[in-house]
């Protein structure tokens, strides 16, 4: 009975082994076939990378390591990003917090650089990761005799939630600084609008910056911020670490199986982060209790403005800042170029898939009014910017004949097709520009 029991026992633990040994078979080429045909290239042959983002997975915003608030008060910018490593390699968050290969000021390092500034929010600092990647710019500017086979330098000075006065005033502070420029590019509108409706409803001076990015920052410094938003701030940096050992995890995996499982599971670690993220912003609006005095200074409003009254001044703001800046410019003999960014919550004559509408829109989204209300009266200042000869593009309708999803996102985004849609179509402006006959006449004179 015995020999008959352990002979049982030793069967199935074959049979158990062997059932192992299939279904780890079948994953294995399962996950092979699946890496094949996402990547175009089969997994155990494929070139290792250091980069996060050649891993496949969309770490857009994401700030991979410990740090569960990366923005930090700036008393003159009002908030910048701590500086540290970026996952693309060969950027970082550098000495001034802005996304960028370079620490400022930057110095030529031979006269054959021709040195780009950006402004902006997210949308600008976007295109600057573009530019510097893919070097659309430089590539388009060879058109023009004096850019012929320069290597051009993109600085950005954009960060998410900027919006007037912060590219005013960065550009002002830089150039005190030393920062030199050949050209500037100034990417805005949707920021000065949607972000500055929230400053609105919140009796905050349209000026001040971005109340989304600013008050759980001025809530650390009082000390105000709810139990559960102290909460969220924990969990969103127990997150980050888990991402971060996880992404080497999935970076050393040497079979394909390890890849697909670690590639999801990494992938559930990031939704986890951003809806974590997004719950902090619901709890960090508590605000000071009457007898708590803020060590922060705000201007306020007494009430919330129509919005009639309150967007005819963002857009006569907008205006004068942009005014500002090209004045700034033009007197140390800098060109300054303005694009005023298209936003999918501005209807054009664009079709959008059903599967780019899944992406791009949410009903729920904070930032339609303010486009609805804003962007028409941003379109009418358009031709004042132009009488006091701004170069300013309108680039709403560029991506009007484009089949393709070019969103990335429900805010304002574009994806890789978006972005070089985007990039190109500054570029031949700023060519077509520089190449017309009135543009040479007004800067001899």
């Known amino acids: 009975m015995k020999k008959l029991n352990v002979k049982l026992i030793q069967e199935g633990l074959k049979l158990t082994v062997i059932n192992l040994v299939l279904l780890f078979v079948f994953l294995e080429l399962g996950s092979l076939a699946f890496y094949l045909i996402i990547n175009k290239q089969f997994f155990y042959t494929r070139e290792k990378s250091e980069n996060y983002q050649d891993l496949g997975i969309n770490l857009e915003g994401v700030r991979v390591g410990g740090e569960s608030i990366v923005e930090r008060l700036h008393p003159f910018f009002g908030f910048v990003q701590k500086p540290g490593p970026d996952f693309r390699p060969g950027f970082k968050y550098n000495n001034y917090g802005f996304i960028t290969p370079y620490d400022y000021p930057f110095e030529k390092t031979n006269d054959n650089q021709v040195i780009v500034g950006v402004f902006g929010g997210s949308v600008a600092s976007n295109y600057s990761i573009y530019e510097v990647k893919n070097k659309l710019l430089e590539k388009i500017l060879q058109q023009v005799p004096q850019y012929k086979n320069k290597e051009i330098i993109i600085l950005s000075f954009a960060i998410g939630g900027y919006k007037q006065p912060q590219q005013l005033l960065i550009l002002n502070y830089m150039l005190a600084r030393g920062q030199k420029f050949d050209l500037i590019i100034n ?15 919140r009796q905050l001076d349209f000026a001040m910056p971005s109340p989304a990015h600013i008050e759980p920052l001025t809530g650390l410094a009082n000390n105000s911020l709810s139990d559960k938003a102290l909460r969220t701030l924990l969990e969103i940096k127990e997150n980050k670490e888990q991402l971060s050992d996880n992404l080497e995890t999935l970076q050393d995996c040497k079979l394909a199986s390890c890849n697909a499982i670690m590639s999801v599971y990494v992938q559930t670690l990031v939704k986890n982060y951003r809806e974590n993220l997004q719950r902090f912003e619901r709890y960090r609006n508590k605000p000071l209790d009457e007898d708590q005095e803020s060590v922060i200074f ?34 140390n003999n800098i060109p300054y170029f303005h694009f005023f960014q298209p936003n999918q919550y501005w209807k054009t ?17 904070p930032y339609k009014k303010g486009v609805k209300f804003g962007y028409p009266l941003l379109i009418k200042q358009i031709d004042e910017l132009k009488a006091n000869n701004i170069n300013i593009f309108n680039a709403l309708n560029i991506f009007d004949d484009v089949a393709e999803p070019v969103y990335g996102d429900n805010c304002c985004h574009y994806n890789a097709r978006g972005e070089e849609i985007f990039s190109t179509y500054i570029g031949s402006s700023i060519v077509e520009t520089l190449t017309d006959k009135s543009f040479e006449a007004k800067t001899q004179n």
């Open 298 to 331: 705000f201007y306020n409003q007494d009430e919330v403005l129509p919005d009639a009254v309150f967007f005819e001044q963002v857009a006569d703001y907008w205006a004068k800042t942009s005014i500002l800046m090209h004045q700034v410019a033009a007197a």
């Open 187 to 201: 990417i805005d509108g949707f920021n000065e609008v949607a972000l500055s409706n929230l400053n609105n409803q």
């Open 349 to 365: 004559n664009r079709k959008f898939s059903e599967a780019e509408k899944k992406i791009a829109f949410i009903e729920s989204s």
